[in-house]
């Protein structure tokens, strides 16, 4: 099935205890899109660049099968870029500057061939220009997930609700959870969150794997152990490559696939963590995929 991601496409400057990398490609539709490219296609993207964007990143979701034509690239002018650092747990992190650059003015247009796209992921962006996305679709698509963080909250809340009044499923971290919710027990934000929009609702919780809620039923997803983590940026939105890349290869929206498109995007995840930036996602194959996912059945498979 066809799948439409967006969100930006960027440059960060990374510190976690394990080093620094500086000036490497992220961006929350770089890490959809490949993640996702593994599972499904076409991966379409609509998103902007500068004419500082390395080739060879785009040369290489192009080798994985990424349709590039929704994407700007603005001569003269810089990419979004993001610089964090991590606290030594990795579980949280300060955000040091973003700089909107081609972000600032940006008008996504979908071209003519993605605006019948079955699955959309509206990855973290300006919720405005997430709504206008939607707006420009022919019809709605099968599934509509939806992933956004604090900042947003903080400047651009009223939009935000606007727009989660028109996703089927949304991704967030606890925190914001409880921020957009204004209640502390997850439980609880669960509901409050339903009655915005969205049926279904994943909250990550890092290391800590998510949660599901849908329909009134839970499901929880540890977070594989891993030896080595290096570089947190970008799991949630590999997750959520994963997790949509997956629903759209079977398109099957029961609870039971939902629940394994979690664990597909948990395993994504896990990969996307033991290198700087999209390193190790540019590494996998099919079979590696499915031996992670294999290590994630039977970490919780139990009898009673
Ligand atoms: P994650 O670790 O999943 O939250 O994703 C981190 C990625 O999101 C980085 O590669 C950043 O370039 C990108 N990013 C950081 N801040 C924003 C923002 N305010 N809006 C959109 N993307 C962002």
């Known amino acids: 099935m066809s799948l439409l991601a967006v969100g930006t496409v960027a440059f960060d400057d990374i510190e976690t205890p394990k080093g620094r990398a500086e000036g490497v490609v992220g961006g929350a539709c770089t890490y959809i899109s490949l993640a996702a490219s593994y599972f499904t296609a076409p991966v379409r993207i609509v998103s902007v660049v500068g004419d500082d964007f390395p080739e060879d990143a785009l040369e290489h979701l192009r080798g994985r099968g990424v349709d590039l034509e929704g994407l700007q690239i603005k001569q003269g002018e810089k990419s979004f870029f993001w610089a964090g650092r991590y606290h030594s747990n990795f579980n949280s992190r300060d955000t040091l500057d973003t700089q909107l650059n081609v972000l600032a003015d940006f008008n996504p247009i979908l071209p003519e061939s993605y605006r019948h796209s079955e699955y959309l992921m509206l990855g973290n962006l300006v919720p405005a220009l997430q709504m206008r996305v ?171």
């Open 134 to 304: 939607l707006d420009q679709l022919a019809h709605r698509p099968k599934l509509v997930v939806l992933d956004t963080m604090n900042f947003w909250m903080d400047i651009a809340m009223d939009d935000l609700k606007a727009v989660l009044g028109k996703v089927d499923v949304l991704t967030i971290n606890d925190e914001e959870a409880r921020q957009l919710s204004e209640e502390h027990s997850l439980l609880k934000a669960a509901q409050v969150i339903h009655e915005m929009g969205p049926k279904t609702l994943i909250i990550k919780k890092g290391e800590h794997g998510a949660l599901l809620f849908h329909q009134g039923e839970i499901f929880f997803a540890p977070a594989l152990p891993l030896a080595e983590v290096i570089d947190p940026t970008g799991a949630g939105d590999t997750f959520a490559g994963g997790f949509i890349g997956w629903l759209a290869k079977t398109d099957d929206l029961s609870f039971a696939n939902i629940k394994r498109a979690v664990i597909y995007g948990s395993a994504m995840a896990s990969f996307c963590v033991e290198a700087f930036s999209i390193e190790r996602l540019k590494t996998l194959t099919p079979a590696m995929i499915q031996t992670r996912v294999r290590q994630f059945a039977d970490l919780v498979h139990f009898q009673l």
